[in-house]
């Protein structure tokens, strides 16, 4: 090629594509997987006993964790474990790891025989506590969370008195706003948005979801989720909720 030195750092656009096809399935398969390791936590974390919110926490600890490291350098569910250890601390509904490695133990090898208390288990339950020192330094320590809960429940009671009784009453909105809750945390919604705005979203998709229309004369002017949240717009509550629907979309795939 002609013209200069120009060409020492041209590269074909085929190869661009490809390294950005590539960077696009990497992403892809890590998010198919943190689904998975959230999942796994939410249900070890039921089996241990555990709240919503140190359930929460567990999660939150995770994602915050793999947001500032890499995936390929430690075990998920090592991290996973250490999480929910952490969480129960950190919540003050502490747990023994005995308890979290037999949890974990059976989630991950189904019908399998509870583990011995021999040098595989020791050295597990260290793994977990060193993990968890691990965690507290990358993260500097900030391993407390505003979570939306309150926010969700605030607004849930403040809706009910709004409209009618019996139009409230005769849908589950309330069911499906918690269980919406639940389910975005096997994404990082809540590190990516305000807490009262994820509880906005997951409010304003279950209302959509069963076609409740929160009367005009109750929320004055303003739309119904703006007197929650002044700072929030409609397209916030639209982004939030594409991306909730975009988790469940890996939840069938992984089905």
């Known amino acids: 090629m002609e013209g200069g030195g120009s060409s020492s750092s041209w590269v074909p656009e085929s190869r ?24 796994f936590i939410m249900e070890a974390g039921v089996k241990l006993g555990m709240q919503s919110v140190p359930i929460a926490t567990a999660c939150m600890v995770y994602h915050k964790f793999f947001r500032d490291t890499s995936l390929d350098a430690y075990d998920p569910y ?17 747990l023994r790891t005995r308890d979290i490695i037999n949890v974990s133990h059976r989630y991950l090898h189904p019908g399998s025989e509870t583990l011995e208390l021999d040098s595989h288990f020791w050295e597990l339950r260290d793994s977990i506590v060193q993990c968890e020192l691990l965690m507290l330094r990358l ?20 809706l009910k008195h709004w409209m009618n009784r019996h139009s ?8 499906a706003a918690w269980a919406l809750l639940r389910d975005s945390y096997h994404g990082t919604l809540c590190l990516q948005y305000k807490v ?46 594409s991306k909730l629907i975009q988790l469940y979309s890996l939840d069938t795939e992984i089905s």
């Open 16 to 39: 661009t594509l490809e390294e950005e096809q590539e960077n696009a399935d990497k992403a892809a398969r890590e998010m198919r997987l943190h689904f998975k390791i959230t999942r």
């Open 78 to 94: 090592l991290v996973a474990m250490s999480a929910i250890y952490l969480a129960g601390k950190v919540e003050e509904q502490h």
């Open 139 to 158: 993260l500097n320590f900030q391993v407390s969370f505003q979570h939306p809960h309150k926010y969700l429940l605030h607004y849930l009671l403040s």
């Open 168 to 175: 409230w009453e005769r849908t589950p909105v309330a069911a």
């Open 196 to 241: 009262q705005h994820v509880a906005i979203a997951v409010l304003y998709l279950a209302l959509q979801c069963y076609g409740v229309e929160v009367p005009a004369h109750a929320a004055g002017e303003r739309p119904w989720w703006q007197v929650f949240s002044e700072d929030l717009t409609e397209q916030i509550i639209l982004d939030i909720v």
